[in-house]
């Protein structure tokens, strides 16, 4: 089923007031657009989240991602800038999935990783708590957020041969 279908139908099953929640179809969906896409982008400034991330999609035989290398300093004056940095990735490539990580809102808040397809929507994400408060280095924190995102949407790790 193509999102713009999943999307009509939630849509109307919400304003009906029909919609119980998410169907396996939708997750489905989501599952097979990642599992599919030819090209995969990370906004970042530096590669350093860029091979976590893709030590992540290894672990579940997924593509890996590129590095698109942006200065994103500019998104963290937005109100949510890791959405931002995944909107600039949007306009920026012809990549088909965005994973991008930035602060999840205010300072302090914590860290939020999404994975965008092209035309801006987010189909999962992981969050991190405040480094001030957890303490975690960024490799790990990234870690944790692309495993959290990809298992929230049914993923698993593929078995070692």
């Known amino acids: 089923m193509a999102f713009e279908e999943i999307i009509k139908n939630a849509t109307e099953e919400s304003i009906n007031g029909t919609r119980t929640g998410d169907t396996i179809k939708e997750v489905q969906a989501i599952q097979a657009y990642i599992k599919n896409v030819k090209k995969i982008v990370m906004p970042n400034k530096n590669g350093v989240k860029v091979k976590v991330i893709n030590k992540v999609l290894k672990e579940y035989n997924l593509p890996k991602a590129d590095y698109l290398k942006i200065n994103t300093n500019f998104a963290d004056s937005d109100r949510y800038p890791a959405i931002a940095k995944g909107l600039m990735a949007v ?13 999840l809102g ?7 990783l999404i994975f965008m ?10 969050s991190s708590p405040s480094h001030a408060v957890s303490k975690i280095n960024i490799e790990d924190a990234v870690y944790n957020e692309a495993v959290e995102a990809l298992e929230k949407i049914g993923f698993s790790k593929t078995k070692k041969q």
């Not at 205010?106 to 939020?112: A, E, I, K, M, V």
């Open 106 to 112: 205010l300072p302090g808040s914590g860290s939020l």
């Open 117 to 126: 397809d092209n035309k801006g929507r987010i189909l999962t994400s992981g």
């Open 91 to 103: 306009d920026q490539s012809d990549a088909e999935l965005i994973i991008a990580r930035g602060r």
